[in-house]
Protein backbone atom coordinates (compact mmCIF):
# COMPACT_ATOMS: atom_id res chain seq x y z
CA UNK A 1 0.00 0.00 0.00
CA UNK A 2 1.64 3.12 -0.96
CA UNK A 3 0.90 6.71 0.83
CA UNK A 4 -0.01 9.44 -1.98
CA UNK A 5 1.59 12.72 -0.79
CA UNK A 6 -0.04 15.74 -0.48
CA UNK A 7 -0.89 17.88 -3.41
CA UNK A 8 1.11 21.54 -2.95
CA UNK A 9 -1.57 23.30 -3.41
CA UNK A 10 -3.26 21.87 -0.87
CA UNK A 11 -0.71 22.12 2.10
CA UNK A 12 -0.17 25.55 0.91
CA UNK A 13 -4.11 26.43 1.49
CA UNK A 14 -4.00 24.56 4.81
CA UNK A 15 -0.99 26.96 5.66
CA UNK A 16 -2.73 30.31 4.95
CA UNK A 17 -6.25 29.05 6.42
CA UNK A 18 -4.15 27.97 9.64
CA UNK A 19 -2.15 31.31 9.89
CA UNK A 20 -5.51 33.67 9.39
CA UNK A 21 -7.34 31.52 12.22
CA UNK A 22 -3.93 32.01 14.46
CA UNK A 23 -3.78 35.60 13.63
CA UNK A 24 -7.75 36.40 13.95
CA UNK A 25 -8.06 34.53 17.43
CA UNK A 26 -4.58 33.68 18.91
CA UNK A 27 -2.12 35.98 18.28
CA UNK A 28 -1.02 39.61 16.76
CA UNK A 29 1.26 42.44 16.58
CA UNK A 30 0.98 46.21 16.93
CA UNK A 31 3.64 48.92 17.07
CA UNK A 32 3.79 51.49 19.93
CA UNK A 33 3.04 54.52 18.23
CA UNK A 34 4.90 57.71 20.24
CA UNK A 35 6.31 58.70 23.45
CA UNK A 36 3.63 57.48 25.49
CA UNK A 37 4.38 54.04 27.37
CA UNK A 38 7.47 55.41 28.18
CA UNK A 39 9.66 53.99 29.94
CA UNK A 40 7.94 50.72 29.58
CA UNK A 41 7.81 50.45 26.22
CA UNK A 42 10.12 52.07 23.77
CA UNK A 43 8.34 54.49 20.73
CA UNK A 44 8.47 52.15 17.96
CA UNK A 45 8.42 48.93 19.71
CA UNK A 46 6.62 45.80 18.48
CA UNK A 47 4.69 44.22 20.47
CA UNK A 48 2.80 41.09 20.79
CA UNK A 49 -0.88 40.86 21.54
CA UNK A 50 -2.58 37.64 22.92
CA UNK A 51 -5.78 38.46 21.13
CA UNK A 52 -7.40 35.40 22.77
CA UNK A 53 -6.61 36.76 26.22
CA UNK A 54 -10.04 37.81 27.34
CA UNK A 55 -12.41 35.33 25.42
CA UNK A 56 -12.62 34.33 21.96
CA UNK A 57 -14.14 37.15 19.27
CA UNK A 58 -15.91 36.67 15.60
CA UNK A 59 -13.08 37.12 13.81
CA UNK A 60 -13.63 41.02 12.89
CA UNK A 61 -15.82 41.59 14.42
CA UNK A 62 -16.08 44.02 18.12
CA UNK A 63 -18.88 40.90 19.98
CA UNK A 64 -17.01 37.58 22.10
CA UNK A 65 -17.83 33.94 20.95
CA UNK A 66 -17.10 32.78 24.40
CA UNK A 67 -15.67 35.70 27.69
CA UNK A 68 -13.45 34.14 30.43
CA UNK A 69 -11.89 37.22 31.37
CA UNK A 70 -12.07 41.07 31.88
CA UNK A 71 -8.90 43.45 31.58
CA UNK A 72 -7.19 43.99 35.05
CA UNK A 73 -5.79 47.24 36.89
CA UNK A 74 -2.32 47.12 35.37
CA UNK A 75 -2.61 44.73 32.07
CA UNK A 76 -1.25 46.70 29.23
CA UNK A 77 -3.58 46.28 26.37
CA UNK A 78 -3.53 46.97 22.62
CA UNK A 79 -6.64 48.42 21.29
CA UNK A 80 -8.98 50.65 18.99
CA UNK A 81 -8.37 54.25 19.40
CA UNK A 82 -12.42 55.54 20.03
CA UNK A 83 -10.80 58.56 18.01
CA UNK A 84 -9.61 57.27 14.42
CA UNK A 85 -9.97 53.02 15.01
CA UNK A 86 -6.35 53.08 14.65
CA UNK A 87 -4.14 50.94 17.19
CA UNK A 88 -3.20 52.33 20.67
CA UNK A 89 -1.25 50.46 23.06
CA UNK A 90 -1.82 51.67 26.87
CA UNK A 91 -2.24 50.07 30.34
CA UNK A 92 -5.71 49.66 32.04
CA UNK A 93 -6.11 51.75 35.24
CA UNK A 94 -9.39 50.80 36.38
CA UNK A 95 -13.17 49.89 35.07
CA UNK A 96 -15.32 52.70 34.32
CA UNK A 97 -19.30 52.92 35.06
CA UNK A 98 -21.09 50.94 32.28
CA UNK A 99 -18.54 48.48 31.12
CA UNK A 100 -15.97 50.50 29.75
CA UNK A 101 -12.19 50.92 31.07
CA UNK A 102 -9.71 53.76 31.64
CA UNK A 103 -7.11 53.47 29.56
CA UNK A 104 -3.73 55.37 30.00
CA UNK A 105 -0.17 56.06 28.91
CA UNK A 106 2.47 55.30 31.65
CA UNK A 107 3.72 59.09 30.01
CA UNK A 108 0.89 61.38 30.94
CA UNK A 109 2.42 64.14 29.60
CA UNK A 110 2.87 62.47 26.10
CA UNK A 111 -0.46 60.60 25.99
CA UNK A 112 -3.18 61.21 24.20
CA UNK A 113 -5.82 58.29 26.38
CA UNK A 114 -8.92 58.08 28.19
CA UNK A 115 -8.45 61.62 29.98
CA UNK A 116 -8.67 62.92 26.03
CA UNK A 117 -11.58 60.60 24.49
CA UNK A 118 -13.08 58.85 27.57
CA UNK A 119 -13.90 55.69 28.59
CA UNK A 120 -13.30 52.64 26.22
CA UNK A 121 -15.29 49.70 25.36
CA UNK A 122 -14.94 46.10 25.58
CA UNK A 123 -14.97 45.50 22.47
CA UNK A 124 -12.72 47.78 21.41
CA UNK A 125 -9.81 45.67 23.58
CA UNK A 126 -8.24 43.77 21.07
CA UNK A 127 -6.21 42.18 23.47
CA UNK A 128 -3.25 41.94 25.99
CA UNK A 129 -0.24 42.66 25.17
CA UNK A 130 2.20 39.32 25.89
CA UNK A 131 6.08 40.80 25.38
CA UNK A 132 7.92 44.05 23.82
CA UNK A 133 10.55 43.30 21.01
CA UNK A 134 12.58 45.97 19.46
CA UNK A 135 11.96 48.99 17.86
CA UNK A 136 10.68 48.82 14.29
CA UNK A 137 13.52 49.73 11.88
CA UNK A 138 11.61 52.34 9.29
Not at 78 to 90: E, L, Q
Not at 93 to 99: I, L, N, T, V
Amino acid sequence: MSRSRPRPGIVLLAAILLAAAVKSFVVDAAVVDGRSMLPSLEPGAVVVVLRCAYGLRFPGGDRYILRWSSPRPGDVVAAASPRDGGPVVKRVASRAGGGGFVLLGDNPPESVDSRDYGPVALGAIRGRVLLAGARRRG
